[in-house]
């Protein structure tokens, strides 16, 4: 399944961008499975989440982690990510980044583990996402030799 949306004010060849491919059975079910499961226990208990500026804009028409902080979704980021406080990427300032950081860690293997799994899931879906959008690919990954330490996956498509 393929989701598009028509910029607003354009007419051009691009005026029409895609926002979701969808892959159904994308990935072995065993992986799905444990990567669910350790992602559901690992992260609520041990990652921080961060305030999105979307959780609530000026014009209050975007709610989208909700209203109330007890109820409301949270966000997390691993591997390379911008920086707006930076302007820049997040691990510019780091001599060794970390690219699975959970705060208040409890469990000592919990970093490791979402490692595993995230590591797990980019390298089976980087073949899919090569197949499925190979222009979207290639500009993704046209300059990963610049920036190895930030890759998530195991081994390149």
């Known amino acids: 399944m393929v989701v598009c949306r028509q910029r607003p004010g354009h007419r051009c060849i ?8 969808m892959l159904w059975e994308g990935v072995s079910r065993p992986l799905a499975d444990f990567s669910y499961n350790k992602c559901t226990q690992l992260i609520p208990t ?8 979307c959780g609530t804009n000026e014009e209050r028409t975007c709610a989208c982690q909700g ?6 979704g949270a966000s997390y980021s691993f591997g390379c990510s911008w920086s707006m406080y930076y302007n820049g990427c997040k691990f510019a300032r780091s001599t ?12 000592s293997n919990a970093e490791s583990c ?3 799994f ?13 197949t499925a959008a190979p222009d979207a690919h290639m500009n993704q ?14 081994n390149p498509p």
């Open 141 to 154: 990954i046209e300059r990963e030799c610049e920036g190895q330490e930030c890759r998530l996956g195991y």
């Open 67 to 72: 209203f109330d902080p007890e109820k409301g």
């Open 118 to 130: 995230c590591q797990r899931l980019a390298s089976a879906m980087s073949v899919l996402y090569k």
């Open 96 to 107: 060794k980044p970390n690219k699975f950081k959970l705060n208040g860690t409890k469990d």
């Open 14 to 21: 691009t005026a029409v961008m895609v926002v979701v491919i």
């Open 46 to 53: 041990n990652g921080t989440a961060t305030e999105r500026r």
């Open 114 to 116: 979402v490692a595993d």
